[in-house]
């Protein structure tokens, strides 16, 4: 039979990265254009169910609108889809599998695997007539051999068909329970054993990026990770003006909505491609900022932004997923990690769970490298937290051809004395931009080839088709068009570089401050961790070059990509380590760098490349 | 006319707050003291009606004794009326607003004051640079001094405008706390002082009928009552055939919402009467049958009536009011007294607490009247209860005339020689049926006038035209049409006496049986508290003379009206109250009586006016 190609072109609204979306479906001659595009997974509006009668499923082929339903595919064709017959939007999330999982850390399972929901199959014993405790107690009776010391309640939407339930599966049946409250709650009871079907989400909220991962709570294998910009986007690209925007309920309101939607789609995209059932979905455990904690939980952030800049709580208690809308089973619980201060949140403390610094003798360092930079110096004796205004440059953000570390991100560059440039892609497809990876990549090679100077200006005299000067800048060509999956050059200008170098020396030159705090040095830090959005890679080498990071022993640095996520998925595996994050909160002494004076001085002194001070990098020199 | 002010000053058992209870009738001179009393709303034993030949009327004036049916009003008086001299207590009604406060107990105020739901005004200490707790923190801080070692926790509904709240009222708030799950949940923070309003709602949910009270939670008065039918009346009118409606969800849903409308009609009505805001009333106690609180939470009631008898649950742990959809602060709390089993719910374990069987030496009973009929026998050591299938009789319903203690029931009666009858009805209009109390007061008076014979067969051969075949049956008009407020006679027939006959032997015969099983007689018991809907009367005399109440010294009984709503009440007011419950939920055992061999036997025999054994009632003989 032969078949033909239909292209399906996405509106603007739905570009990713700046292109537009293109969905191909290959169908049989005489298919009509609406089953294609459903197989090409895009959902137009057919309120008739495709019988022609709604007329909402127009689309553009050669500039004729026309109904999908009634229109038979007869050739290769290319069709625009009008915003308005779109019932659904794309996804913007992480295509390529091999990065799905995620860094798994050498401490993943250093705490008892011990979810904050289980679940338990249980066989009571038959009724006698001389026995008249009520259903539920026979079900704590049986419960108590099981689970040791831990007072258990029952909510009544969890027990209201229980005398059924019961006396149906023969009074064999599986309970789920889950940890509130500092005690365990019923929260399902299905006939049977079902203790195998038990699943749970870790969750990063990032200001610029989302991060949510399926997690097998009995095996504790990750099966799939998402990654996608926050939607809050649409309401300011920093903390501050999202919180000015969500400091009206109507706004807070769309704040909270947008983030859950962000949440809901990676939950429901990723239970399809695993063919996990949302009822199994019983936790979730959450890491974020504390702004984006706030909104998440639509908690008024105002004050966040008013001296003394105080959050309204660093602490939020374990709820059930029903009462922020995420769509899980809704009895099963959400828990999120809590923060330090209005600038150190449970992300870090994520992140601090995660590398166990909290554990250890040794001084050891977290840097973690978001839409902030933020730091944590100590051990198990004690804890300081700082945070650096670094922007998000180092998660692609804000630059001229920057995205994330998806599909079709430059993700290391090397350029040859000829100036030619050997992109390593995500995905090994076309590049489409730089990600943070990569701009670190590039500017170290861009420093050694002599195409910028030390301050980061392109030098002009250099003999390169690569070096021009773009429309209002100079600027280098990473991937010329032919080459680019973006349909335009892929370059990084002066502006980009500035922008670039302006969050390094935040970052440095925070580090330097946060030591000089308490009388340190670089060199007593025996361990220090470097976590953030770059994607699976961090060349440690060619951040140290930039100056990025601290000119010391390549063998102290660990890089542990996305922590927060990591120490999320930890929580949500050992009520253990959930508890621990608690203690963890509470040790962090929070430093305001703002208040400190040597922190300004630091980092002008740190806007050079590697720094102004070149003794501090004695392997760059 | 001269006229007189007639002061009666109520015995101890009715203080109210202390102070003692007063009621005043204004009279002409002449008028006998016992009419004055009946004006001023005191209602006298006076079972010879007045005749002066009972000698139970007995009133202190001036310190001299006198019978109050024979004393003459000649100027202002103050009379001090004994207890034993009182028919009648003060209870709810839907009628006389004097009648709606109900039964204060003297174990009233016997746990300490300390509302499930309660107010702290915070005066919080100036935002300092160097102070980054969050807004929360501090004012837990500032709790932890006001409540002693407890763990605080905020649901984030309430605390989504914390900040603002703090900022806006110059960090001057009224937080409101919450007890649940065993710690102190914020409920709400108000900008100003709001300690003065806080309400509650006691509830007492019976399958007949539903009464609810409002309270104030600071000054522990009693605000109103209301009483109303139970709405599931309409999905039948006893437990069975409601657990067979509600076996089905949609059946289920039915009856929740019937009662829910029941209980937020109450609410609605009393904070309209007592201009209380609904967004004040923080906290409501329920006390209710196992079958009313399974409807009433939407659980599957199911099991109860299949073989062994088995709730789905005993106890129900304190959620909000917005989970049952009660319209109260939505933020609010609502807790339910647990019950024994199937058939001794929270109803009884609400009147153990008002009573305070367990925490005395002395052997002692309660007896609850109502649908059913339930028993406790006990003291601090043990207590064992047991349930009789009393039907509704004593409610008034199921009865050709039968009505519930409102507005228009005839609620005392007397025959005299000639058969005339003299009604006492409620609200002192025209009778428009018959409630418990008045029912136990005419068939005592028919026994004594000859006009039914033990058996319970009305006597044909007595002239009077008060005596007459029915449609189908013999009966007796207590009221011709035209002095009833029915429209029709209002009558009593052979199928009500025999309906009223088997209530009373089941009451009866449960008492000897339950003593019998821990090999006790009824002599051993030295307070029998009689609990149930009669209305605001019960005459014990009249109630032993027809063989309901075993026939030992008056004086060990004592009235106790809706016991259950009591129980809730002192539950509402005092969290050390409620706790008490479950203890008292856990040590009572629960008997089977129809397991009882000797039950069967003597409910055969209770089946006549007033027994077969006469020996057993020898101040009736």
Same mark, same amino acid.
């Given at each position: 039979?032969? $078949?033909?190609?239909?292209?399906?072109?996405?509106?603007?609204?739905?570009?990713?990265?700046?292109?537009?979306?293109?969905?191909t479906?290959?169908?049989?001659?005489?298919?009509?254009?609406?089953?294609? &595009?459903?197989?090409? #997974?895009?959902?137009?509006?057919?309120?008739c169910g !495709?019988?022609?009668? %709604?007329?909402? %499923?127009?689309?553009?082929?050669?500039?004729?609108?026309v109904?999908? %339903?009634?229109?038979?595919v007869?050739?290769?064709? $290319?069709?625009r889809v009008?915003?308005?017959?779109?019932?659904v939007?794309i996804?913007?999330?992480?295509?390529a599998?091999?990065?799905?999982?995620?860094?798994?850390?050498?401490?993943?399972?250093? =705490?008892?695997?011990?979810?904050?929901?289980?679940?338990?199959?249980? @066989?009571?014993?038959?009724?006698?007539a001389?026995?008249?405790?009520?259903?539920?107690?026979?079900?704590?009776?049986?419960?108590?051999?099981?689970?040791d010391?831990?007072?258990?309640?029952?909510?009544?939407?969890?027990?209201?068909?229980?005398?059924?339930?019961?006396?149906?599966?023969?009074f064999q049946?599986?309970?789920?329970?889950?940890?509130?409250?500092?005690?365990?709650?019923?929260?399902?009871?299905?006939?049977?054993?079902?203790t195998? &079907?038990?699943?749970g989400?870790a969750?990063?909220i990032?200001?610029?990026?989302?991060?949510g991962?399926?997690?097998?709570?009995?095996?504790?294998?990750?099966?799939?990770?998402?990654?996608?910009?926050?939607?809050?986007?649409a309401?300011?690209s920093?903390?501050?003006?999202?919180?000015?925007?969500?400091?009206?309920?109507?706004?807070? $309101?769309? &704040?909270?909505?947008?983030?859950?939607?962000?949440?809901?789609?990676?939950?429901?995209?990723?239970?399809?491609? =695993?063919?996990?059932?949302?009822?199994?979905v019983?936790?979730?455990?959450?890491?974020?900022?504390?702004?984006?904690?706030?909104?998440?939980?639509?908690?008024?952030?105002?004050a966040?932004?008013?001296?003394? =800049?105080? +959050?309204a709580?660093?602490?939020?208690?374990?709820?059930?997923?029903?009462?922020v809308?995420?769509?899980?089973?809704?009895?099963?619980l959400?828990?999120f990690?809590p923060?330090v201060?209005? =600038?150190?949140?449970?992300?870090?403390?994520? #992140?601090?769970?995660a590398? !166990?610094i909290?554990?250890?003798?040794?001084?050891?360092?977290?840097?973690?490298?978001?839409?902030?930079?933020?730091?944590?110096?100590?051990? @198990?004796?004690?804890?300081?937290?700082?945070?650096?205004?670094?922007? +998000?440059?180092?998660?692609?953000?804000?630059?001229? %051809?920057?995205?994330k570390?998806?599909?079709?991100?430059?993700?290391?560059?090397?350029?040859?004395e000829?100036?030619?440039?050997?992109?390593?892609?995500?995905?090994?497809?076309?590049?489409?931009?730089?990600?943070?990876?990569?701009?670190?990549?590039? *500017?170290c090679?861009?420093?050694k080839?002599?195409?910028?100077?030390?301050?980061?200006k392109?030098?002009?005299?250099?003999?390169?088709g690569r /070096?021009? *000067?773009?429309?209002?800048? +100079?600027?280098?060509v990473? &991937?010329?068009?032919? $080459?680019?999956?973006?349909?335009?050059?892929?370059?990084?200008?002066?502006?980009?570089?500035?922008?670039i170098?302006?969050?390094?020396?935040?970052?440095?030159?925070?580090? /330097?401050?946060l030591l000089?705090?308490?009388?340190?040095?670089?060199?007593?830090?025996?361990?220090?961790?470097?976590?953030?959005?770059? !994607?699976?890679?961090?060349?440690i080498?060619?951040?140290?070059?930039?100056?990025?990071? +601290?000119?010391?022993?390549?063998?102290?640095y660990?890089?542990?990509g996305?922590?927060?996520?990591?120490g999320?998925?930890?929580?949500?595996?050992?009520?253990?380590?959930?508890?621990?994050?608690?203690?963890?909160?509470?040790?962090?002494?929070?430093?305001?760098?703002?208040?400190?004076?040597?922190?300004?001085?630091?980092?002008?002194?740190?806007?050079?490349?590697?720094h102004?001070? *070149?003794?501090?990098f004695?392997?760059?020199?």
């Amino acid at each position: 039979m032969k $078949e033909f190609s239909v292209k399906f072109i996405l509106p603007d609204g739905f570009l990713i990265f700046k292109r537009p979306v293109i969905k191909t479906a290959t169908v049989a001659k005489g298919t009509d254009l609406l089953t294609a &595009a459903t197989k090409a #997974g895009v959902i137009l509006n057919a309120t008739c169910g !495709g019988d022609g009668l %709604c007329g909402k %499923c127009k689309v553009v082929v050669n500039k004729k609108t026309v109904p999908a %339903c009634e229109t038979l595919v007869e050739s290769d064709l $290319e069709v625009r889809v009008p915003k308005g017959s779109l019932e659904v939007r794309i996804k913007s999330s992480l295509s390529a599998e091999e990065f799905t999982k995620g860094i798994v850390l050498k401490r993943e399972n250093a =705490y008892k695997h011990s979810p904050m929901v289980r679940k338990i199959y249980l @066989k009571l014993p038959e009724l006698t007539a001389n026995d008249n405790a009520s259903d539920l107690d026979r079900l704590y009776r049986e419960l108590a051999g099981k689970i040791d010391g831990v007072h258990i309640s029952a909510k009544f939407a969890s027990v209201k068909f229980l005398s059924g339930t019961l006396r149906d599966s023969d009074f064999q049946v599986t309970v789920t329970l889950g940890l509130k409250d500092g005690h365990f709650e019923i929260i399902s009871v299905e006939p049977g054993d079902t203790t195998k &079907a038990s699943y749970g989400f870790a969750f990063d909220i990032g200001t610029t990026t989302v991060a949510g991962q399926l997690v097998d709570l009995n095996t504790r294998e990750i099966l799939g990770t998402r990654i996608a910009f926050n939607k809050q986007a649409a309401y300011g690209s920093d903390v501050i003006t999202r919180i000015i925007f969500a400091s009206v309920p109507e706004g807070l $309101e769309k &704040a909270h909505k947008a983030v859950v939607s962000n949440m809901n789609e990676m939950i429901g995209d990723l239970i399809k491609a =695993y063919k996990v059932n949302l009822a199994d979905v019983y936790a979730i455990a959450c890491a974020g900022n504390m702004t984006m904690m706030h909104l998440l939980l639509k908690v008024d952030p105002s004050a966040i932004r008013k001296p003394p =800049y105080l +959050p309204a709580t660093t602490a939020f208690p374990t709820i059930h997923s029903s009462e922020v809308e995420i769509e899980a089973n809704p009895k099963g619980l959400i828990s999120f990690l809590p923060g330090v201060s209005t =600038y150190v949140g449970g992300d870090i403390v994520a #992140g601090i769970l995660a590398c !166990g610094i909290f554990e250890t003798d040794e001084l050891s360092l977290l840097i973690d490298i978001g839409t902030n930079g933020e730091l944590v110096l100590g051990n @198990k004796e004690w804890m300081i937290g700082a945070a650096a205004s670094a922007g +998000p440059a180092f998660e692609g953000s804000g630059l001229s %051809c920057g995205m994330k570390a998806v599909k079709g991100a430059v993700q290391k560059v090397r350029i040859d004395e000829d100036l030619s440039v050997h992109c390593d892609v995500i995905g090994n497809g076309k590049p489409s931009g730089v990600c943070g990876s990569g701009y670190i990549d590039l *500017l170290c090679q861009m420093l050694k080839r002599g195409i910028i100077d030390k301050s980061g200006k392109i030098n002009k005299d250099t003999k390169s088709g690569r /070096i021009r *000067l773009g429309e209002t800048r +100079p600027e280098f060509v990473v &991937a010329f068009k032919s $080459e680019s999956g973006a349909g335009k050059d892929v370059v990084i200008n002066e502006d980009d570089i500035e922008n670039i170098k302006r969050s390094k020396g935040a970052i440095y030159s925070a580090v /330097i401050a946060l030591l000089a705090k308490v009388e340190k040095d670089i060199k007593d830090v025996k361990k220090i961790y470097i976590a953030g959005g770059f !994607g699976n890679y961090l060349n440690i080498e060619n951040a140290i070059c930039i100056g990025l990071l +601290p000119d010391v022993e390549r063998g102290r640095y660990e890089f542990v990509g996305n922590s927060s996520l990591a120490g999320a998925r930890m929580s949500l595996l050992s009520t253990e380590a959930l508890e621990k994050t608690g203690d963890i909160a509470k040790n962090i002494t929070y430093i305001d760098l703002s208040a400190e004076p040597a922190y300004m001085d630091e980092y002008i002194a740190s806007l050079f490349f590697p720094h102004t001070n *070149l003794w501090r990098f004695p392997s760059v020199r």
